[in-house]
């Protein structure tokens, strides 16, 4: 059995979900996220505790997605309610970001500066030109942008060049001149 499925999800009191025809939706002061879900998964809403309930509890993969959409349930009650932040750090000697429009521009050592555009729903904002903060309601939406963003110069072992997560640690290599 699924320990983290079979844990229940408290509904906020600002937080309303609705199921129509295997589409969950959450609302929230925030916004709005909607999923489709898996028919062998069932949903059940109880004095503002849903609860994540598989169609067949002997097999393991229906077992498996009753884990998953209970986590990407909470993901999206907790994104609908807070937000979610994820920050990108720019380390090197002439490595930049300003923000133009919708648009996240990046010196980062090419020769020309690289144009990324941001997804709807994703909000940015640059401080001190070497820091990104990118904000959204949806973790999934925001991760992969985030690491669509850090995918234009990952961090290199030697010098720790590049673009990283500020919660990431670079493990450097000593390099030729240490092998002496």
């Known amino acids: 059995m699924s320990r983290i499925g079979k844990k229940p999800i408290q509904i906020p009191a600002k937080v309303k979900i609705t199921v129509d025809n295997e589409i969950l939706t959450v609302n929230g002061p925030k916004g709005i996220l909607t999923r489709s879900l898996h028919p062998a998964v069932k949903i059940n809403i109880e004095d503002g505790i849903l609860y994540v309930s598989p169609d067949n509890p002997e097999d393991r993969k229906v077992v ?13 009650v907790i994104g609908v309610t807070d937000g979610y932040e994820r920050i990108l750090l720019l380390s090197g000697i002439g490595y930049r970001a300003e923000l133009n429009g919708n ?3 990046l010196s980062v050592g090419y020769s020309n500066p690289v144009n990324f ?40 072992p030697y010098k720790g060049k590049g673009i990283m997560y500020s919660d990431e640690t670079i493990i450097k290599k000593a390099g030729k001149a240490a092998a002496k």
């Not at 498996?64 to 999206?76: D, K, S, T």
């Not at 904002?125 to 942008?145: F, H, P, R, V, W």
């Open 64 to 76: 498996a997605l009753q884990g998953m959409f209970r986590a990407l349930i909470q993901n999206m």
């Open 103 to 105: 648009t996240v521009v």
């Open 117 to 156: 555009q941001l997804p709807e729903g994703i909000s940015a904002k640059i401080d001190k030109n070497t820091q990104i903060t990118l904000s959204s309601i949806d973790k999934e939406n925001l991760g992969a942008t985030a690491a669509n963003i850090r995918r234009i110069r990952p961090p290199e």
